[in-house]
């Protein structure tokens, strides 16, 4: 018997189901798409399946690797006896995701592609595509739930924490909340296996996909290589003393360990060397030995293009909780203005990893409120200048 996981309220924006009620799914290939199209097909919905080409390459790896998400996604098509369409949004990626992307990493910081594709590419070219084929609503394999009435949609963690997407959905608005349903809101990673499996999908065991959003699994530093030049410069530890030579401060991260090769520092403990600063007008990448250095952790940070799921964000300070990075857990913190579209979030504790470019996702409990890109980070050794009104 194929399980059944009924759609509640909080995760289904739709007040009755029937026949005539349209939804366009963005068939991956993947397990999770999948899964739910097979769920709104059982609960009475017309479905009807998308899948997306957002990333032109001729590398001839990530050809056969879209093909072969392409025949995963027919078969789904097939199996559950579906309409299966096929848009091409290469061009709205390039221009609206990867070139703001590249702009980013050339400027010291690290943004999120996965969040971008899902502001300007899921949730809007998809959505509209998904509008002019006749569609009602849209549904994704994201694990995230939908609350609210109409007018005042709220984006809700998974029941499954450790699948929770909120991180990556909270630039989602009203007017996407209202066109978006959400199947796996209540579900775990391996209930929706066993459900593919029993209904017969052949990617039901189909690994998780870690690359960047439609472009893949790669050497990220050999990737970005070949749209930004290299400028090498000195690696410089926090106490002033020259360690090696970067590649290039865009092929760096806040907090990242692998690939500075400093290991067997002459005088030096055993400890590994983390990334705690960029200083983009010196080409200096700055470092501290030891994982929870004083130097890589941050008692605050500054926001900046907030993006608010009820369309207008909290009116004076409030207190939440932040999530730094996908799979971080969220921290108690303070929220307050300090000027036009810009906030700062105070911890309660200091974090690690702070890093400029990333987002920095608010909760109220259950709740996703939205978030913001850091744009700077308050480093414990200047946790004395600030004081939030």
């Known amino acids: ?23 366009i799914v963005g068939l991956s290939g ?57 848009a091409n949004f290469a061009a709205e990626y390039r221009q609206q995701v990867f070139d703001h992307c590249l702009d980013e990493f050339r400027a010291g910081r690290t943004p999120n592609p996965d969040i971008l594709c899902n502001q300007r590419i899921k949730f809007r070219a998809f959505l509209d595509h998904a509008i002019r084929l006749g569609g009602d609503y849209v549904a994704t394999g994201h694990y995230a739930g939908i609350g609210g009435d109409a007018g005042a949609r709220t984006l809700l963690r998974a029941a499954d924490a450790n699948k929770d997407q909120t991180y990556f959905l909270y630039t989602l608005g009203q007017e996407q909340l209202e066109r978006a349903i959400f199947p796996l ?52 530890s926090v106490e002033g ?23 067997g520092q002459t005088g030096k403990p055993g400890l590994p060397w983390y990334v705690a600063e960029k200083e983009l007008q010196s080409n200096r990448l700055i470092v501290a030995q030891g994982h929870d250095h004083p130097a890589l952790m941050s008692t605050a940070l500054t926001g900046i293009h907030w993006q608010w799921v009820d369309g207008e964000g ?40 702070v890093t400029p470019g990333q987002s920095v996702v608010l909760y109220q409990g259950n709740q996703c409120l939205g978030g913001g890109i850091i744009n700077t980070r308050i480093p414990l050794e200047k946790a004395h200048v600030i004081e939030c009104a």
Request: one cysteine or more; aromatic letters at 8%.
């Open 1 to 23: 018997m194929i399980l059944k996981a009924p759609l509640s309220r909080a995760n289904v924006n739709i007040s009755a189901m029937n026949a005539s009620t349209r939804v």
């Open 30 to 86: 993947g397990v999770d798409s999948a899964v739910s199209a097979w769920l709104l097909r059982e609960q009475g919905y017309r479905v009807e399946g998308l899948f997306m080409k957002n990333w032109e390459d001729d590398d001839s790896a990530t050809h056969c690797s879209a093909e072969a998400d392409f025949a995963d996604a027919r078969q789904v098509a097939s199996t559950l006896d579906i309409p299966l369409h096929r």
């Open 185 to 236: 809101a209540t579900m775990s990673k391996p209930d929706v296996r066993a459900l593919a499996d029993q209904a017969g999908f052949a990617n039901f065991d189909k690994p998780d996909s870690t690359g960047i959003c439609f472009i893949g699994e790669r050497d990220f530093r050999d990737f970005l290589s070949r749209f930004i030049d290299a400028r090498p410069g000195p690696i410089i």
């Open 241 to 263: 003393e020259e360690l090696g030579q970067h590649v290039g401060l865009a092929f760096y991260t806040l907090g990242q360990r692998r690939g500075l090769a400093l290991g």
């Open 314 to 353: 909290p009116a004076k300070r409030i207190t939440c909780s932040a999530r730094l990075r996908h799979r971080h857990v969220d921290q108690p913190a303070t929220l307050s203005p300090i000027g036009d579209d810009h906030w700062q979030v105070k911890f309660t504790t200091p974090q690690r990893g």
